[in-house]
């Protein structure tokens, strides 16, 4: 055969396109991608029988066939259109995983988004009087019984709610914080770049590993002067992920309440995680949102998406007058969050209205507390599942919560450690990982592990199958 006659038998794209496998995946994709794939693909052919050697033409007929050409545009159109943003199987052991994206919805928040999402909805309207009316008051009522806060407030995220309330409390002002407070919370939110960027200036008192009371009582300035600006605020930040150990001392919140009222300067409290219950009965020595409004602090802000197991946002708390002050600055309009998020933090904080619900329906809080029983029990269910020569144990390991949240806490969790003769630990790892539902396993000390604390139930048969079709496959 020449180049001439192999060009020849190049089947043209519409010929192609009449195949009923093509007519389906224009049916799934829509005709232009599918096209502009067929194109490409046929352009490479030609290209690569022009350059090729005499002697490789007849063994590349094959390549030119109907059905082969068909099974490349399917892959490379598969690729193509898969979703960047895909579900995956966190078998970290990490429960808030940032780069998995936090906290999972309880499935009352998914039916809400899924409801919500669906059509139209009263975001802005107020049903029973036909008016207008204000995002701002779907969750206010509920965050505030849930928590004895008078008002509230939601934003983006904890950095968005930190810049609105510094911007509206402290802009052009002192704002008083402990150097042993000034975080760094992943990424690019460090507390004094948002203080900067609000327009409030931060007053750093005390020493790293100790700041006294009296610390905060010296920086305080009562009012402005043509040197120095007087003080907004005192303000607390949680260390959340970190801890100060050895010789050190914090102001606690009451202390800092005391001075607040003498001083009459409002106290700013960032709390970082949102834990909205007692949970020191399962080891979980945090603070919560209810106390810390008991306590008297007059701004308390959160993650909606840390120990609160909702959708990302920032939730404000406090005294009305100030938080009134937020929902009017020109940020707030910025800063907003849409009906999506609010559906999904409705239906999570109505959980809370009953403890034991919010730690069965929530999955952030079911997987926290879940029993070492119940985890061993995921785990023979998947020993039981896998007949494919992989080699599994049951593994004790320290699971940590993550997401920034209780840096020193490690929960006792069981893992499988799966092995086998064929694959290196390093090739398990990523056969998982390129999985059609992707399994993010973790490594540690030389062994593949799977914690399942942090896979569901409904992902059980999931991973059995992927860890069969890896089973048979070799290296
Ligand atoms: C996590 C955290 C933040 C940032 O919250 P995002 O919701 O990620 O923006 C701010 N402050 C503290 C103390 C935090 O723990």
Same mark, same amino acid.
């Given at each position: @055969?020449?180049?001439?006659?192999?060009?020849?038998?190049?089947?043209?794209?519409?010929?192609?396109?009449?195949?009923?496998?093509?007519?389906?995946?224009?049916?799934?994709?829509?005709?232009?991608?599918?096209?502009?794939?067929?194109?490409?693909?046929?352009?490479?052919?030609?290209?690569?029988?022009?350059?090729?050697?005499?002697?490789?033409?007849?063994?590349?007929?094959?390549?030119?066939?109907?059905?082969?050409?068909?099974?490349?545009?399917?892959?490379?159109?598969?690729?193509?259109?898969?979703?960047?943003?895909?579900?995956?199987?966190?078998?970290?052991?990490?429960?808030?995983?940032?780069?998995?994206?936090?906290?999972?919805?309880?499935?009352?928040?998914?039916?809400?988004?899924?409801?919500?999402?669906?059509?139209?909805?009263?975001?802005?309207?107020?049903?029973?009087?036909?008016?207008?009316?204000?995002?701002?008051?779907?969750?206010?009522?509920?965050?505030?019984?849930?928590?004895?806060?008078?008002?509230?407030?939601? +934003?983006?995220?904890?950095?968005?709610?930190? @810049?609105?309330?510094?911007?509206?409390?402290?802009?052009?002002?002192?704002?008083?914080?402990?150097?042993? #407070?000034?975080?760094?919370?992943?990424?690019?939110?460090?507390?004094? #770049?948002?203080?900067?960027?609000?327009?409030?200036?931060?007053?750093?008192?005390?020493?790293?590993?100790?700041?006294?009371?009296?610390?905060?009582?010296?920086?305080?300035?009562?009012?402005?002067?043509?040197?120095?600006?007087?003080?907004?605020?005192? @303000?607390?930040?949680?260390?959340?992920?970190?801890?100060?150990?050895?010789?050190?001392?914090?102001?606690?919140?009451?202390?800092?309440?005391?001075?607040?009222?003498?001083?009459?300067?409002?106290?700013?409290?960032?709390?970082?995680?949102?834990?909205?219950?007692?949970?020191?009965?399962?080891?979980?020595?945090?603070?919560?949102?209810?106390?810390?409004?008991?306590?008297?602090?007059?701004?308390?802000?959160?993650?909606?998406?840390?120990?609160?197991?909702?959708?990302?946002?920032?939730?404000?708390?406090?005294?009305?007058?100030?938080?009134?002050?937020?929902?009017?600055?020109?940020?707030?309009?910025?800063?907003?969050?849409?009906?999506?998020?609010?559906?999904?933090?409705?239906?999570?904080?109505?959980?809370?209205?009953?403890?034991?619900?919010?730690?069965? #329906?929530?999955?952030?809080?079911?997987?926290?507390?879940?029993?070492?029983? +119940?985890?061993?029990?995921?785990?023979?269910?998947?020993?039981?599942?896998?007949?494919?020569?992989?080699?599994?144990?049951?593994? #004790?390991?320290?699971?940590?919560?993550?997401?920034?949240?209780?840096?020193?806490?490690?929960?006792?969790?069981?893992?499988?450690?799966?092995?086998?003769?064929?694959?290196?630990?390093?090739?398990?790892?990523?056969?998982?990982?390129?999985?059609?539902?992707?399994?993010?396993?973790?490594?540690?000390?030389?062994?593949?592990?799977?914690?399942?604390?942090?896979?569901?139930?409904?992902?059980?048969?999931?991973?059995?199958?992927?860890?069969?079709?890896?089973?048979?496959?070799?290296?």
């Amino acid at each position: @055969m020449n180049t001439q006659d192999l060009l020849r038998k190049i089947p043209s794209v519409d010929s192609i396109l009449m195949e009923p496998g093509f007519l389906e995946l224009m049916e799934q994709y829509g005709s232009m991608p599918v096209k502009s794939i067929l194109q490409q693909l046929l352009e490479s052919k030609r290209s690569q029988i022009l350059a090729a050697e005499p002697d490789t033409l007849d063994a590349m007929q094959d390549s030119i066939t109907s059905t082969n050409i068909f099974n490349d545009v399917k892959i490379s159109l598969t690729n193509k259109m898969q979703a960047n943003l895909r579900p995956v199987i966190n078998a970290t052991g990490t429960v808030l995983h940032t780069n998995l994206g936090r906290a999972p919805l309880a499935m009352s928040a998914l039916d809400a988004i899924d409801g919500i999402g669906r059509g139209y909805s009263s975001l802005e309207y107020k049903i029973k009087e036909g008016k207008r009316g204000s995002r701002h008051d779907l969750v206010e009522n509920l965050l505030t019984e849930i928590t004895g806060a008078e008002a509230a407030m939601v +934003v983006n995220n904890n950095a968005a709610a930190t @810049m609105i309330v510094l911007a509206s409390i402290g802009s052009g002002h002192e704002i008083i914080v402990s150097r042993g #407070e000034l975080v760094e919370i992943g990424g690019s939110f460090r507390i004094p #770049e948002i203080m900067e960027e609000s327009g409030a200036i931060l007053r750093e008192v005390g020493a790293t590993n100790k700041t006294k009371l009296r610390d905060y009582k010296r920086a305080i300035v009562k009012s402005d002067t043509d040197k120095h600006p007087s003080t907004a605020a005192l @303000m607390k930040v949680h260390k959340s992920n970190y801890d100060i150990v050895g010789f050190t001392e914090e102001t606690s919140l009451q202390e800092l309440r005391d001075l607040s009222l003498d001083t009459n300067l409002p106290l700013i409290y960032d709390m970082g995680n949102g834990l909205m219950i007692d949970m020191s009965e399962y080891g979980i020595q945090e603070p919560d949102v209810p106390s810390a409004i008991r306590t008297g602090a007059d701004v308390v802000l959160f993650s909606g998406d840390k120990l609160l197991g909702g959708p990302q946002a920032g939730i404000i708390l406090g005294r009305k007058d100030l938080i009134d002050k937020m929902k009017t600055h020109p940020l707030a309009r910025a800063l907003r969050v849409d009906k999506l998020t609010f559906a999904a933090l409705e239906a999570t904080l109505r959980l809370y209205l009953d403890k034991d619900k919010a730690i069965n #329906e929530i999955p952030v809080l079911h997987m926290i507390t879940e029993s070492l029983d +119940v985890q061993n029990d995921k785990a023979s269910r998947l020993i039981a599942g896998v007949n494919s020569g992989l080699s599994m144990q049951i593994v #004790e390991t320290k699971d940590q919560i993550g997401g920034g949240t209780t840096p020193m806490l490690r929960l006792d969790g069981i893992s499988l450690s799966v092995s086998s003769d064929k694959h290196s630990i390093a090739s398990l790892e990523r056969k998982l990982r390129l999985n059609s539902v992707p399994i993010i396993a973790h490594i540690n000390e030389d062994r593949l592990l799977l914690s399942m604390r942090t896979i569901a139930d409904s992902e059980i048969d999931i991973v059995i199958e992927a860890l069969n079709q890896i089973g048979k496959t070799n290296e």
